[in-house]
């Protein structure tokens, strides 16, 4: 993450301390001013921690919920971007992001929970309250069996952008230059992908039906025994897969791009747009929503995409629904807007942030995350079937999964 500073004369500077979450306290810094002639005053100040002088030494970057002396003051809990949301039921949430940061939603409070690693997670998913992946920087993988966070062997090095399974001995895992990685209940092991593309979503009907999609069209399907290959008739960037079943899937992605398999092979469906789509869900076979830039939505209705009209110019980042007559769209600008089977009408969020992605338990309970334009704040909102209230974060940095 890159630091600026808003100042005549920029810093180089040496942390002394950092504390929970990966955030910083900063307890005195070095280095020299940047302008000749210019001088620190005073030149150095004297820090002492348990009664030990630790003036100008670089403790390294502690991870989420730091159990030493240091803590986070503000923001609470801690202040680092969370990139990814998932969870089990309404009082069962977990929230990943940089640093190592994790954090558990009981239905009451966000709390952080200690997951040994400083590394940046990614994405997080699961099969229930007490088989929970969360995947990131470096190969990073970590488990959560109901008591606590423990790493485990990823057998890569490479970024880890996407988790998803079918049970508790069958998950995936994409990422950066065709990684592909597989759990089988008791190790991760590489599965050759047969690709260097960036692969950024991954989906799947079955165990022996998955669907991982990236950049330059690559799209690549596992039959239970090997990923192939699979032409997309694309070399535009594919975002996001979802699918009703085997022989209906979607990926939408940049430059209206919108790809339908039908059991036998891919094919460009018109979406009637050059805006690219950002997000795709569908309740069912014959209703599937894409959303994307300046408020372009489209419909699926079993025999063309439709084009209602959103009610909004914003862009869209993410869609979801409990049901055929309960789906939400968010974007930019706080914007929030609700389809109830005919109509999308405006919901007031009161925020004008930028809403990057939204999920739900049911239709009393849903979440929407995101941040301001230029401005850090870690924004979350939260549907209890009547209102939408904003919900403290603990991050001054944006959010961008949920």
């Not at 989420?64 to 990814?84: K, M, S, Y």
């Not at 399974?165 to 592909?180: E, K, Y």
């Not at 192939?228 to 079943?245: C, Q």
Request: contains cysteine; proline residues 3%; glycine residues 16%.
């Amino acid at each position: 993450m890159d630091e600026g500073f808003g100042q005549a004369h920029a810093l180089r500077r040496h942390i002394a301390l950092a504390a929970c979450a990966g955030g910083l306290v900063l307890v005195g810094f070095g280095g020299e001013p940047s302008k000749a002639g210019d001088a620190f005053r005073p030149a150095s100040i004297a820090v002492t921690v348990n009664t030990e002088n630790v003036t100008g030494r670089s403790l390294g970057t502690a991870s989420a919920c730091d159990t030493g002396n240091w803590h986070w003051r503000n923001p609470l809990p801690q202040g680092n971007n969370r990139r990814g949301v998932w969870g089990s039921e309404a009082s069962d949430v977990w929230a990943v992001g940089d640093y190592g940061t994790i954090q558990h939603w009981d239905g009451t409070a966000w709390s952080c929970v200690w997951s040994g690693t400083t590394d940046n997670l990614y994405a997080v998913g699961g099969s229930g309250a007490s088989d929970i992946w969360a995947v990131g920087q470096f190969g990073t993988i970590k488990h959560w069996d109901g008591s606590a966070w423990t790493s485990v062997p990823s057998s890569t090095a490479n970024l880890l952008y996407s988790v998803w399974g079918t049970g508790a001995s069958d998950v995936w895992a994409v990422g950066s230059r065709g990684t592909i990685v597989h759990w089988d209940g008791s190790a991760w092991t590489s599965v050759p992908s047969g690709t260097t593309n960036e692969l950024s979503g991954v989906w799947g009907s079955g165990a022996s039906d998955v669907w991982a999609v990236g950049d330059r069209g690559t799209i690549r399907r596992w039959n239970g025994s090997a990923w192939t290959s699979v032409p997309s008739g694309t070399t535009n960037w594919l975002v996001h897969v979802w699918g009703s079943g085997v022989s209906d899937v979607w990926a939408v992605g940049l430059v209206g791009t919108i790809k339908h398999w039908d059991g036998s092979a891919w094919t460009s469906v018109p979406s009637g747009t050059t805006n690219s789509f950002l997000g795709v869900w569908g309740s069912g076979a014959n209703d599937v929503w894409a959303v994307g830039q300046y408020g372009v939505l489209r419909r699926w209705d079993g025999s063309a995409w439709r084009s209602p009209s959103s009610g909004t110019p914003a862009g869209l980042m993410g869609v979801w629904g409990s049901g055929a007559s309960d789906v939400w769209a968010v974007g930019d600008y706080g914007t929030i807007q609700h389809w109830d089977g005919s109509t999308w009408t405006g919901v007031l969020s009161g925020s004008t942030d930028n809403l990057s992605a939204i999920w739900g338990s049911g239709a009393s309970d849903v979440w929407a995350v995101g941040t301001a334009r230029g401005v850090p704040t870690g924004t979350i909102l939260h549907w209890d079937g009547s209102a939408w209230t904003s919900v403290p974060s603990g991050t001054t940095n944006g959010l961008s999964g949920v």
